[in-house]
């Protein structure tokens, strides 16, 4: 499926209901796009959904999907999908990004992100759901690498998998720096490394956000906290590699005043400013 011309730019955030009527009186300049869980604004109406038509009418948006799984046993939700095509047409987003994980199975939702096996076998059955998600969507999606605790089962390092899924599945990539800073730290490997085997040319965007630090060898992915600066250097480091790519900030947890979050976007735009200026 061909790549179609990216709408976004610059530094992102994602849309939370706590400060809405805030940037829909007055969208901030340093925000270049935003970013949504579909699942959360679909049918959603009255005051909510007037705002958030008002935003989608000035600003670029991107959908981050939460409960597809992409990789569990579970037959695909085409009913969603459907619909989740017809939302992404009225608001005129052209992205949808996933999960490169599980999150239920017959039974129902998990409410978490459970990391795939990393087998050959995993490979070939989630490239094929990913293939048939775009099939029905029209168009290519991202998926980004999730951060995870255990690997039950590995056959292969988690970027062959991540890099096998990618080129068998002939999606994009949402490139989360958070999550190969915690894995790093996590499964003991290099994270730069890592992310010199990520192939550039599929890199849909990236993604920041903050972790709490359990141990000093245990962190967990939790978006409920600001940026550290050991994850602020790899966000420059993976700049470095891949040029200015568009990078949202992530908070879902804990969430502070606007003024703070724009803050952190502004930390990542000096990044980026800085790496087109050493261009």
């Known amino acids: 499926m061909p790549h179609a011309p990216s709408p976004l730019q610059n530094a992102g955030l994602g849309l939370r209901r706590a400060f809405i009527e805030e940037l829909a009186a007055a969208p901030p300049a340093n925000v270049g796009f935003y970013e949504i869980?579909?699942?959360?604004?679909?049918?959603?109406?009255?005051?909510?959904?007037?705002?958030?038509r008002?935003?989608?009418?000035r600003c670029p948006f991107v959908c981050h999907g939460l409960c597809l799984s992409v990789g569990g046993p579970a037959p695909l939700d085409e009913?969603?999908?459907?619909?989740?095509?017809?939302?992404?047409?009225?608001?005129?987003?052209?992205?949808?990004?996933?999960?490169?994980?599980?999150?239920?199975?017959?039974?129902?939702h998990l409410y978490d992100l459970m990391p795939l096996p990393f087998?050959?076998?995993?490979?070939?059955?989630?490239?094929?759901?990913?293939r048939r998600v775009?099939?029905?969507?029209?168009?290519?999606?991202?998926?980004?690498?999730?951060?995870?605790?255990?690997?039950?089962?590995?056959?292969?390092?988690?970027?062959?998998?991540?890099?096998?899924?990618?080129?068998?599945?002939?999606?994009?990539?949402?490139l989360d720096v958070n999550n190969v800073y915690v894995n790093s730290v996590n499964h003991r490997y290099d994270a730069a490394a890592f992310l010199d085997a990520?192939?550039?040319?599929?890199?849909?965007?990236?993604?920041?956000?903050?972790?709490?630090?359990e141990a000093e060898d245990f962190l967990v992915d939790t978006h409920g906290a600001p940026i550290v600066n050991p994850v602020w250097r790899l966000l420059d480091?993976?700049?470095?590699?891949?040029?200015?790519?568009?990078?949202?900030?992530?908070?879902d947890f804990n969430i502070p005043p606007l003024a703070e979050l724009l803050a952190e976007v502004d930390g990542i735009r000096d990044l980026q400013q800085r790496r087109k200026q050493a261009a």
């Open 79 to 108: 009913v969603f999908l459907r619909q989740l095509k017809a939302f992404m047409a009225e608001h005129r987003i052209a992205l949808y990004s996933e999960h490169l994980s599980y999150c239920g199975d017959d039974a129902g």
């Open 198 to 213: 990520v192939p550039a040319q599929r890199i849909a965007y990236l993604h920041i956000a903050g972790h709490y630090v």
């Open 54 to 57: 008002s935003l989608t009418e």
């Open 134 to 174: 775009q099939d029905i969507l029209e168009r290519r999606i991202a998926m980004e690498n999730i951060s995870y605790y255990a690997a039950p089962g590995q056959e292969m390092a988690e970027i062959d998998f991540l890099n096998a899924v990618l080129a068998e599945a002939d999606c994009d990539l949402l």
């Open 37 to 52: 869980a579909p699942e959360n604004w679909m049918h959603v109406g009255g005051k909510a959904g007037k705002l958030f």
């Open 237 to 251: 480091r993976t700049f470095d590699r891949f040029g200015p790519c568009p990078t949202l900030l992530e908070r």
């Open 119 to 130: 087998t050959e076998e995993a490979v070939h059955y989630t490239a094929g759901r990913i």
